[in-house]
């Protein structure tokens, strides 16, 4: 998981996203279907540019495993990280929305309020990570406090950090880097997996 920088909401978002999530809040309170959110699609600024101003925080990487969710194995999603069915009022906050792939979208509702979000400031890779090599997994850094230590665990939990094949993704996309001309470190996956394999 990178550090992401949060550039400023889009304007017509953050006109509109108190009236949307109260809106979504009465609906999903009568339906309690997930299903029926909507991001507005209709309306002439819509998910597309939001899907276009969160990609361009993370590069068009996974907010939370840095694979390119672009592509017929990993389709891209927007993942509210506090989920919209218990945060609803926060469905359409800026700084509640990612930039997320198929398979860590595989959180569905779960939360808690200790998983590591990747842009709060103090959020930083080592300060709760450690890589296994051999393996490719993510590990909580035990140098670190228990604290952050938990926090590691649950966010390697939730977002199935282990799961799904991706350490074995990690190592090969590394190998192919080791073998490549090391263009720009942008167009890899796993970013932090290479930056720190090298
Ligand atoms: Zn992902």
Redesign the pocket.
């Known amino acids: 998981m990178n550090k992401i920088e949060r550039t400023p909401a889009p304007q017509w978002l953050e006109k509109k996203w108190e009236e949307w999530g109260k809106r979504w809040a009465q609906r999903y309170a009568k339906t309690q279907l997930g299903s029926s959110f909507t991001w507005y699609t209709n309306q002439k600024k819509s998910r597309p540019e939001l899907v276009e101003k969160l990609a361009a925080m993370t590069k068009n990487?996974?907010?939370?495993?840095?694979?390119f969710?672009m592509g017929r194995r990993?389709p891209y999603t927007i993942e509210h990280f506090r989920p919209k069915t218990k945060f609803p009022l926060l469905a359409y906050k800026w700084n509640n929305l990612f930039l997320?792939?198929?398979?860590?979208?595989q959180k569905g509702d779960a939360f808690d309020e200790q998983l590591l979000k990747p842009d709060e400031d103090e959020y930083h890779f080592d300060h709760y990570f450690v890589i296994n090599w051999d393996s490719g997994e993510l590990m909580p850094n035990e140098g670190q406090s228990a604290d952050n230590q938990m926090r590691a665990q649950i966010t390697i939990q939730l977002?199935r950090?282990n799961a799904n094949g991706?350490p074995e993704d990690r190592l090969e996309e590394l190998n192919r880097w080791l073998d490549s001309a090391k263009p720009n470190i942008d167009e890899w996956a796993y970013r932090f997996f290479i930056e720190r394999g090298v």
């Open positions: 990487h996974c907010s939370f495993c840095d694979a969710p990993i997320c792939c198929g398979l860590c979208q977002y950090l991706k």
